[in-house]
């Protein structure tokens, strides 16, 4: 979800080895250490959100069966995938339009070579929904409609596939811990250092990183629900219970979507 540390946590991951696209969006104000991500894959992305009658802040369900012309749009973006990353492997891409269009991506990545694991950073929604009402005056229902379609769609299209849901909290208290897990779990040749020794993450890093941080609990109830069940999955790992539980919750929240809740 936007908001919540994906910058900061492709930025470290590309500084200890993973190959970011070549074409990277501009720092801006809300983001001066840049975002990371590629600029040409977040416009592609955006004109494929407005194919299908979406936009990258609308809480509706995105249907990606129903999208037109969608072998044209999956060939352009192979094409995009080679001028981006070349033959670099591993590559770390990231875009949070992706949390709603991961179906898609996965066959393309995998179409044109790419095993796919996932990193999903998890923040509070309450921090996220805060920050969204700073940087785009949002509400704060708005923010958290937002968080709970991208969180949603994102887990319930990665289940089954190699993936870790990382507390950004966790990250940023121990960026060297935490990159060592998932190189081991993932199996990614990720250069973690190990020690106290100074890096180039640790400057990356630091406590100015994070503006929005705590807040009143999210009055919410769907939204309290998800923050729990996915903070599960990071603690613990996969769970049917917890994929069913949220199963439904995503149930729940599409049918408060259509009715205009």
């Known amino acids: 979800m936007h908001r919540s540390g994906t910058s900061s946590v492709t930025g470290a991951l590309a500084m ?3 190959a970011p696209p070549r074409t990277l969006m501009a720092p801006a104000a809300d983001n001066p250490r840049g975002f990371w991500e590629s600029i040409v894959v977040a416009d592609f992305n ?48 990231k875009d949070p339009r992706i949390c709603r269009l991961f179906p898609f991506w996965a066959e ?9 694991v996932v990193v999903s950073p998890l923040r509070d929604p309450v921090e996220v929904a805060a920050s ?16 709970l379609r991208h969180v949603l769609d994102a887990e319930a299209a990665s289940r089954g596939r190699p993936r ?17 897990s998932l190189k081991a779990r993932l199996a990614l040749p990720l250069d973690v250092p190990e020690g106290g020794r100074p890096h180039a993450v640790d400057d990356f890093l ?25 903070t599960h999955l990071a ?25 205009g809740v």
Request: without cysteine; glycine residues 8%.
């Open 164 to 180: 870790v849901f990382l507390p950004w909290s966790d990250f940023l208290a121990d960026w060297r811990g935490t990159t060592s």
């Open 16 to 18: 200890l080895g993973a």
């Open 46 to 93: 955006d004109r494929l959100l407005a194919a299908g009658g979406s936009r990258w802040d609308d809480p509706r369900p995105f249907d990606l069966a129903a999208l037109p012309a969608r072998e044209d749009f999956a060939q352009e973006a192979a094409h995009l995938l080679k001028a981006e990353f070349g033959d670099q492997s591993p590559i770390v891409m």
């Open 235 to 259: 603690r613990h790992g996969e769970e049917p219970a917890i994929h069913a539980e949220l199963d439904a919750l995503r149930a729940d929240f599409d049918r408060k979507i259509a009715a």
């Open 206 to 230: 630091s406590r100015d990183l994070r503006h929005q941080a705590g807040g009143a609990p999210s009055d919410d109830p769907l939204a309290v629900r998800a923050w729990q069940a996915l």
């Open 132 to 147: 969204l009402s700073s940087r785009n005056g949002f509400s704060r229902q708005e923010g958290l409609h937002l968080w």
């Open 108 to 116: 393309v990545l995998r179409a044109t070579g790419q095993d796919v």
